[in-house]
Nanobody, 125 residues
Framework: QVQLVESGGGLVQAGGSLRLSCLAS????????VGWFRQTPGKEREFVAA????????NYADAVKDRCTISRDNAKNTAYLQIHSLNVEDTAVYYC??????????????????WGQGTQVTVSS
């Protein structure tokens, strides 16, 4: 079992940057692929980025791939999502997710077993 808690969201001006954190509990975090998703009201949760358990492989959604970096520190049981050049379309609740897997980078909601409660990111123009 893995429990996830996101932090780092907030209000930021367009053009700014933000780093989200995802703190995991449980001894199996280092065996997990980590993903970040986001959701706005009335829309489906959408994939943002994923990172393999070792940190050696990444996958990004086209909408963010030039502005986003996903990383992790297994010693701290923490994953991160850094987003640069934020725009109002990035406003959403951002969720951290995890699945016990090695070397894979799933982008679907159904592929992940563990989810955090989300952190709100609001970008003002």
């Amino acid at each position: 079992q893995v429990q996830l808690v996101e932090s780092g969201g907030g209000l930021v001006q367009a053009g700014g940057s933000l780093r989200l954190s995802c703190l995991a509990s449980g001894r199996t975090f280092s065996d997990c692929t980590v993903g970040w998703f986001r959701q706005t009201p009335g829309k489906e949760r959408e994939f943002v980025a994923a990172l393999t358990n070792s940190g050696g492989g990444t996958n990004y959604a086209d909408a963010v791939k030039d502005r986003c970096t996903i990383s992790r520190d297994n010693a701290k049981n923490t994953a991160y999502l850094q987003i640069h050049s934020l725009n109002v379309e990035d406003t959403a609740v951002y969720y951290c997710a995890a699945v016990r897997a090695w070397g894979v980078l799933p982008w679907t909601v159904a592929a992940y077993d563990y989810w955090g409660q989300g952190t709100q990111v609001t970008v003002s123009s």
